[in-house]
């Protein structure tokens, strides 16, 4: 391990600069669907087609970041550029940072670790507004990251914490519609908090039904 030099302050500062700018809309708060659809400046569907490790300069230093490029297939909140008559997106997040010691005391990283989003794997993804550095994330860290699996009407969705929290303490006519499809549940027999895998086409209906009634 590198000992602690002033000359890492820049770097050391920095990192909390961007902790406060760049994920001051993702935290490790647990968000409501509603609460992320507000949060978030962009709503899509893609596939990721590359994860590129490399560098940023900030603050004197070096900051590891990760940037994802995703085929987007539909935007729910946003639209994606079309490059070469493709859409594509681009989310960059902050990478596995290095430890510095200071002192005797190893100083890690004060941010909460990154989503992982696999190459090949399809998601929605409810993306936070790039920072001033052009870093980003998905709301509520891994929250905000669904994987999509299986086809046609059976698709399914989870995130990284297993859609739990996902309709807390909406309002009880949207929390029960959405809440019904958990699991495979009936309508009749809907647990609007009860966290499980959902079937893509009702979160994706109530996504559209939230971000048209903010608009």
Known sequence: MRPFTPRMLP?????????????????????????????????????????TEGTIAVGGGQLAVVTYQLSVSEDLRGETALVKGEKVAEIRMLGKQKTVRIGTVRSVSPLPAMPVLAVGQTYLVFTTQ????????????????????????????????????????????????????????????????????????????????LVGAGR
Do not use: C, H, W
């Not at 920072?131 to 509520?140: D, E, H, K, N, R």
């Open 11 to 51: 770097i050391l500062t920095a990192l909390l600069v961007v902790a406060a700018a760049s994920l001051s809309a993702s935290t490790v708060s647990q968000f409501n669907l509603a609460e992320m659809s507000q949060r978030a400046q962009r709503i899509y569907v893609g596939t990721v087609r590359s994860a």
């Open 130 to 209: 790039p920072s001033s550095i052009g870093l980003s994330t998905t709301v509520g860290l891994g929250q905000g990251a669904f994987r999509l699996y299986g086809k046609g009407d059976s698709q399914m969705a989870v995130n990284e914490v297993n859609n739990s929290g996902l309709f807390r303490d909406m309002q009880p006519a949207a929390a029960a519609a959405a809440g019904a499809a958990l699991r495979g549940a009936a309508p009749q027999a809907a647990q609007p908090q009860a966290a499980g895998p959902m079937r893509f086409a009702d979160l994706r209906a109530q996504i559209v039904n």
